[in-house]
Structure formats: structure tokens, C-alpha cells
């Protein structure tokens, strides 16, 4: 049956298709940690879907205000390499340089989100930051649906302004929003507590 969008369409015809498969995605989806992540990650064509589907955001303004780094195994050694070299240097021990080595080490690959505000008179860095952050759920839950274990972390590395300019090529107005790990999990993910929605919700209704 085709799908009336036209003039003459009613309020029925452009309600969302509803997709119950979808919403129970949403509702048990769960991060894999990264530290359970092993090769293989996605395949390129999957990874492409991703990606795309990562870039499929809320954007006000059509601003486009972040970029992605597709990091392979090779250069997270490099990165790893490189932070616990950043962390010697700052003074830290020697407990946190091995834990920050190893974090860019988790999983098969990484996604490096980076937030990278645009010039705009009417919409505030604050709003393209939030699109960044939009940008990792995006690329977390397609991960999941596509059955690749994913996991979304920061980390104090990856707000090192020298790290990041040197060996992620950020500019000076950009950071890093998340880093998204990939790859096949060695385990299951264990559950989590849940917000109690009491506590959460409010209603105005005057």
C-alpha cells in the first residue's frame, strides 16, 4: 500500500510507522563493556550502516557540527602508546598510565566522535554540542542492532587538550565527545540498576 503524503494526507497518514521492534530494542538495549570487546569488529559494510545511521541526528540548524575518526588496530597501539607517554609525562603513576594504555586498547576498533562547533548566530555551541553527543548514542545503539558490541567512553585522555591536537588532529575548537568502542563481546553484559522513573518525571499541566 503506498503511503498518502500528499496534500490531501490525513493526520493518520503522517503518524510514524510504529516499529515495536524497535521500541523493544530501546527498552532492553544495554552497552557491552570494553573491556570484554575482542576482535573481530564490524566488517566495512557494516560499519558503513553505522556510521550512517550514527550521522542520522538531531541537527538544528543543518549545521553538521562534528567529524568522525575511524581508529584501526594499528593506530590504537599507537594511541595507547602515545597516552601512556602523555600520562609519564604529567607525573602520573604508574597504575595510570597502564589503565590508560589499556582503555585505548579495549575492543576491535574505535569511533572517535568529535564535537566541532560551528560559527552560527542563532545556534548556541551548547545546542551542536548536544548534537555531538546525539551523534554516539546514534552510533552506539546501530551498533547493537546490528549486532556489534559497542561501548561509549571518554575518559581523561581524550580531554588532554595535547593529546588530542597532536595525535587525533583536533583543532583548538574541537574536542572529543565519546569513544565509542567496537567489537564482538567474550561475554555477557551484565544488567544495570534502571532510574526509578518516579524520581526522574515531572508533569506541568497548567
Not at 31 to 52: E, F, M, N, R, W
Not at 88 to 111: C, F, N, W
Not at 136 to 153: D, P, T
Amino acid at each position: 500500500m503506498t503511503e498518502n503524503t500528499g496534500p490531501e494526507a490525513t493526520t493518520a497518514d503522517l503518524r510514524p510507522r510504529e516499529r515495536p521492534e524497535a521500541l523493544e530494542f530501546l527498552l532492553t538495549r544495554r552497552s557491552t563493556p570494553a573491556k570484554t570487546l575482542v576482535s573481530p569488529g564490524p566488517d566495512d559494510a557494516t560499519l558503513q550502516k553505522i556510521l550512517t545511521a550514527g550521522l542520522r541526528t538531531p541537527d538544528h540548524g543543518k549545521l553538521e557540527p562534528w567529524r568522525l575518526i575511524v581508529i584501526r588496530p594499528a593506530a590504537q597501539a599507537r594511541l595507547a602508546d602515545a597516552a601512556a607517554a602523555r600520562a609519564q609525562a604529567l607525573g602520573e603513576t604508574e597504575e595510570v598510565m597502564a589503565k590508560t594504555r589499556k582503555s585505548l586498547l579495549d575492543g576491535a576498533m574505535i569511533v572517535a566522535v568529535i564535537a566541532s562547533p560551528q560559527p552560527s548566530e542563532k545556534i548556541p555551541e551548547f545546542e551542536q554540542l548536544l548534537s555531538a553527543g546525539a551523534v554516539c548514542l546514534s552510533i552506539l545503539n546501530a551498533a547493537l542492532a546490528s549486532g556489534v558490541g559497542a561501548n561509549w567512553l571518554s575518559g581523561w585522555i581524550s580531554h588532554d587538550r595535547a593529546f588530542c591536537e597532536d595525535h587525533l588532529g583536533l583543532a583548538s575548537t574541537e574536542r572529543v565527545a565519546g569513544l565509542i568502542h567496537l567489537g564482538t563481546p567474550k561475554m555477557a553484559p551484565p544488567e544495570r540498576p534502571r532510574p526509578d522513573l518516579s524520581a526522574k518525571i515531572s508533569e506541568l499541566n497548567t
